[in-house]
């Protein structure tokens, strides 16, 4: 099982970019995903969680701007990123907290990170 980002980009502020995130695998359930950035010299924050029963959380520094969407069906995660500012600048990493079940019926949980994808944002 592989977290799969995409979507990264270079964007003068106040434009748009998505980031996708697919969680590559087979009978693996997606219970929290979302996206953490890390900006140069910077510890990784997070930046957006949506919960398999669709809650959401976002860092106070995106809310109104950023948009957190998840399809079950493709096991994928978007963040629609607008109005995107220089501060946005960072490499973006996706997150997931996965489950399967051994053959046996037990239960393996365990917290999975995705490749960065680099966002920059021009002033």
């Known amino acids: 099982v592989q977290l799969q980002a995409s979507g990264g980009g270079l964007v003068p502020a106040g434009e748009s970019l998505e980031l996708s995130c697919e969680v590559e695998?087979?009978?693996?359930?997606?219970?929290?995903i979302g996206w953490y950035r890390q900006a140069p010299g910077k510890q990784r924050e997070l930046v957006a969680i949506i919960r398999s029963g669709g809650n959401t959380n976002y860092a106070d520094s995106v809310k109104g701007r950023f948009t957190i969407s998840r399809d079950n069906a493709e096991a994928t995660v978007h963040l629609e990123m607008n109005r995107l500012k220089p501060e946005d600048t960072a490499v973006y990493y996706c997150?997931?907290?996965?489950?399967?079940?051994?053959?046996?019926?037990?239960?393996?949980?365990?917290?999975?990170w995705g490749q960065g994808t680099q966002v920059t944002v021009s002033s």
């Open positions: 695998g087979t009978a693996v359930t997606i219970n929290k």
């Open positions: 997150n997931a907290d996965l489950l399967y079940y051994t053959d046996d019926g037990a239960p393996v949980a365990w917290n999975a």
